[in-house]
């Protein structure tokens, strides 16, 4: 089956780094749009940042553009999010998830979901 594990979540102060792992097993790597969603306590799951198949599109949200790099390795079969310059309200649940078509940062155009992994920022 598939799966997707995410590492590297933890927690930081403000102005810290975090580099999030997510490892693909089940499918064919290449075959999928890769993304990075977050979900803080009582809000809705929102888009962060997705790669294209062939690595060579980058999309991400305004609230994190020049601070966050998704980077994927297909030697590895997975896919990064470097997170500098955090800020208290980048606080939330981050989730790796697969996807094979649709628009990149919309939830229901993923197919597969990592378990999340806990970020948190401190002031």
């Known amino acids: 089956q598939v799966q997707l594990v995410e590492s590297g979540g933890g927690l930081v102060q403000a102005g810290g780094s975090l580099r999030l792992s997510c490892a693909a097993s089940?499918?064919?790597?290449?075959?999928?749009?890769m993304g990075w969603f977050r979900q803080a306590p009582g809000k809705e799951r929102e888009f962060v940042a997705a790669?294209?198949?062939?690595?060579?599109?980058?999309y991400y949200a305004d609230s994190v553009k020049g601070r966050f790099t998704i980077s994927r390795d297909y030697a590895k079969n997975t896919v990064y999010l470097q997170m500098n310059s955090l800020k208290p309200e980048d606080t939330a649940v981050y989730y790796c998830?697969?996807?094979?078509?649709?628009?990149?940062?919309?939830?229901?155009?993923?197919?597969?979901w990592g378990q999340g992994t806990q970020v948190t920022v401190s002031s």
């Open positions: 998830a697969a996807g094979s078509s649709g628009v990149v940062d919309l939830v229901g155009e993923y197919d597969y």
């Open positions: 089940g499918l064919t790597f290449s075959r999928y749009r």
């Open positions: 790669i294209s198949r062939s690595a060579g599109t980058t």
